[in-house]
């Protein structure tokens, strides 16, 4: 059974670049048929999709953010990795990897998730 | 696309029914024939679970008490006998216009 799990640092100063790493257990990145998402959580924004990317390279993001994020895919550790820029206080939420099954647009999303890392944006 | 939930907060007694309403802004019904409307369940303390894919289709291992019904614009989660099990917040999203994915802001369910 796929496994996700996030790691990062829990506190980033403001106008910093926040970087988090999921490690994927029980599957392969490369297995092909999947997107590798970041989602994240906050209370004043809710649940807010960040972005995904598939081991061919295509790469999705939310035009509100598309300018601050990148996403990357290390296939040699099983990893897949969130940037985000230029961090201000509203970028303090839970964030969460998930898996999306199926390369189809659209597609019917996040079927599995991590247990999510805080991350508090704070001088 | 806006997600509106209702109600925001729902008490319901163990082993009595629950509803929950899902209204999108636009919708959903994709030009390949497909609603992509998801139900999400999040517990205490732990990530969403996708409980319900395209309107009406139970992920695996999902109790049959839970189903999903609408079309259009207007949706509904239903639990027919609630557990204690059931606690925690419930969002729909939409994957039918993205980007982006857009998330109901949740429903609060708590036992009586």
């Known amino acids: 059974q796929v496994q996700l799990q996030e790691s990062g640092p829990g506190l980033v100063k403001p106008s910093q670049t926040l970087s988090l790493t999921c490690t994927v257990s029980?599957?392969?990145?490369?297995?092909?048929?999947?997107?590798w998402s970041w989602i994240r959580q906050s209370p004043g924004k809710g649940l807010e999709w960040i972005g995904y990317?598939?081991?061919?390279?295509?790469?999705y993001k939310n035009p509100s953010l598309d300018s601050r994020v990148t996403i990357s895919l290390d296939t040699s550790k099983n990893q897949f990795s969130l940037k985000l820029t230029f961090l201000t206080a509203a970028d303090t939420a839970v964030y969460y990897c998930?898996?999306?099954?199926?390369?189809?647009?659209?597609?019917?999303?996040?079927?599995?998730w991590g247990q999510g890392t805080m991350v508090t944006v704070s001088s | 696309v806006v997600m509106t939930q209702s109600p925001l907060s729902l008490p319901v007694s163990l082993g009595q029914p629950a509803s929950i309403s899902c209204k999108s802004s636009q919708n959903l019904i994709h030009s390949d024939g497909d609603t992509y409307l998801n139900w999400y369940q999040q517990r205490p303390g732990q990530s969403p679970r996708r409980l319900i894919y395209k309107v009406s289709n139970r992920d695996s291992g999902v109790p049959d008490r839970f189903s999903g019904s609408g079309s259009g614009t207007e949706f509904t989660l239903k639990i027919s006998r609630v557990e204690a099990e059931d606690v925690g917040i419930y969002y729909c999203m939409q994957a039918t216009h993205w980007p982006p994915y857009t998330f109901g802001q949740g429903t609060k369910l708590e036992i009586k």
């Open positions: 990317m598939s081991y061919s390279g295509a790469t």
């Open positions: 998930a898996r999306v099954q199926g390369l189809a647009l659209p597609n019917d999303a996040f079927d599995i």
């Open positions: 029980g599957g392969s990145l490369n297995s092909g048929d999947y997107y």
